[in-house]
T-cell receptor, first 114, second 115 residues
Framework: DAGVIQSPRHEVTEMGQEVTLRCKPI?????LFWYRQTMMRGLELLIY????????DSGMPEDRFSAKMPNASFSTLKIQPSEPRDSAVYFC????????????FGPGTRLTVT | AQTVTQSQPEMSVQEAETVTLSCTYD???????LFWYKQPPSRQMILVIR????KQQNATENRFSVNFQKATKSFSLKISDSQLGDTAMYFC????WGSGSRLTFGEGTQLTVNP
């Protein structure tokens, strides 16, 4: 298996622009997680899905952030409009319900908003 | 709610020596799992080792082993024969069946292996 795939690996955009991050989980995994990592706040869980349904989005910072999972093999995290404080590394991770919490992470997307 | 604490923000060790990273946690759950993740400069989060709370035997993966003390809620990671490639941020994480499938992470310990 190729592991969790994220794209793009790097994104540089200007303030006010829309940003879309993409994730393909490991085949057969029924949980998908979006995290954000910054030096100041560490690793934060933004939202997670089970069987394509959002379960907990309490970590989503504000309405500018939205996430979707239209099918079991694809998820997006969208920021509109983007702000410089959104600059961070965004990780996607997946797991399966029989895996006792073991999550597998993608390589991350480094987002820079200027 | 669960909490995970890593009290050592930074550590360093000489190549080929042994180092132990500390982690403590707090929970009222009885059935749970603990993990150590490694994040090297490439930033990829890699699972190093996991421990099931109901198992008394400490988990081992090659040069990596844990010291799991359920009574004191302690979960330390020992790295033997440290290698330069072990330089990374190490995160301790907790998961319980009642946690809604989310992992609770510690703040991380930056380990530097010196030649």
């Amino acid at each position: 298996d190729a592991g969790v795939i994220q794209s793009p690996r790097h994104e540089v955009t200007e303030m006010g622009q829309e940003v879309t991050l993409r994730c393909k989980p490991i085949s057969g995994h029924d949980y998908l997680f979006w995290y954000r990592q910054t030096m100041m706040r560490g690793l934060e869980l933004l939202i997670y899905f089970n069987n394509n349904v959002p379960i907990d989005d309490s970590g989503m910072p504000e309405d500018r952030f939205s996430a979707k999972m239209p099918n079991a093999s694809f998820s997006t995290l969208k920021i509109q409009p983007s702000e410089p404080r959104d600059s961070a590394v965004y990780f996607c991770a997946s797991s399966y319900s029989g895996g006792a919490g073991e999550q597998y992470f993608g390589p991350g997307t480094r987002l820079t908003v200027t | 709610a669960q909490t995970v604490t890593q009290s050592q923000p930074e550590m360093s060790v000489q190549e080929a020596e042994t180092v132990t990273l500390s982690c403590t946690y707090d929970t009222s759950e009885n059935n749970y799992y603990l993990f150590w993740y490694k994040q090297p400069p490439s930033r990829q989060m890699i699972l190093v080792i996991r421990q099931e709370a109901y198992k008394q035997q400490n988990a081992t993966e090659n040069r990596f082993s844990v010291n799991f003390q359920k009574a004191t809620k302690s979960f330390s990671l020992k790295i033997s024969d440290s290698q330069l490639g072990d330089t990374a941020m190490y995160f301790c994480a907790f998961w319980a069946w009642g946690s809604g499938s989310r992992l609770t992470f510690g703040e991380g310990t930056q380990l530097t292996v010196n030649p």
